[in-house]
């Protein structure tokens, strides 16, 4: 079946430090990759996608190139926020016939500093 | 365009209890799925409907039903509440159920506690 593997957490950064927060998948033919942020006391939003291979989601300064060689969707910043504080879920869906739902990692709890 | 929105925000049952948790989804998005978080987990889906009907399933008991009205809301509603099933419930709606890619948009979620 499908699965989704995300770095162990937490991880605590100090403000203006680069972030990588590595996610790998196994799934069966194509499926599109998700990154997710959840803040405290909220639901999860949707941070950036790509839906084929070589495809690169990009939002509020984070980058996720989705490598199919490697069977990867890892998460970069350049420079981190206090405010980005929160959970990430890296997740995936369509695949296996499996259109309908998102399977997700465990989540990376990420503290940014001041 | 308004987004998703679930009640009650909380909700604390005893075991054996019945729950009806309930979703309003974005407007013009048929697609309604449910997803199970447990404290410091990733979410795991229930199920999904599709304009009414339900469209798939994950690995949950059938004490776990849901319905999905033509007015974009819909109801996750759990029997014989269990202590394992305390949890931060989240639906989430798309447009269509047919893409993959289609992205789906979680509301805020209901933290249900048996006890």
């Known amino acids: 079946g499908n699965s989704v593997t995300q770095m162990e957490g937490p991880v605590t950064l100090s403000e203006e430090a680069f972030l990588t927060i590595n996610c790998t998948y196994t799934?069966?033919?194509?499926?599109?990759l998700f990154w997710y942020v959840q803040y405290p006391g909220e639901g999860l939003q949707l941070l950036l996608k790509?839906?084929?291979?070589?495809d690169k989601g990009s939002n509020k300064g984070f980058e996720a190139t989705y490598r199919k060689e490697t069977t990867s969707f890892h998460l970069e910043k350049g420079s981190v926020q206090v405010s980005d504080s929160a959970v990430y879920f890296c997740?995936?869906?369509?695949?296996?016939?499996?259109?309908?739902?998102?399977?997700f990692g465990k989540g990376t709890l990420l503290t940014v500093n001041p | 365009e308004t987004g998703v929105t679930q009640s009650p925000t909380h909700l604390i049952k005893t075991r054996g209890q019945q729950v009806t948790l309930r979703c309003s989804s974005q407007?013009?998005?048929?697609?309604v799925s449910w997803y199970q978080q447990a404290l410091g987990q990733g979410p795991q889906f229930i199920f999904q409907?599709?304009?009414?009907?339900?469209?798939g399933r994950g690995n949950f008991p059938p004490r776990f039903s849901g319905l999905q009205f033509p007015n974009y809301s819909s109801e996750l509603n759990v029997n014989a509440l269990e202590l394992d099933d305390s949890a931060l419930y989240l639906c989430?709606?798309?447009?269509?159920?047919?893409?993959?890619?289609?992205?789906?948009?979680f509301g805020p979620g209901t933290r249900l506690t048996v006890l």
């Open positions: 989430a709606s798309s447009l269509d159920v047919s893409g993959a890619t289609d992205t789906q948009y």
């Open positions: 799934a069966t033919g194509y499926p599109s």
């Open positions: 790509a839906t084929k291979a070589d």
């Open positions: 997740a995936l869906s369509g695949s296996g016939g499996s259109n309908y739902k998102l399977t």
């Open positions: 407007s013009g998005h048929n697609t």
């Open positions: 409907y599709y304009r009414e009907e339900e469209n």
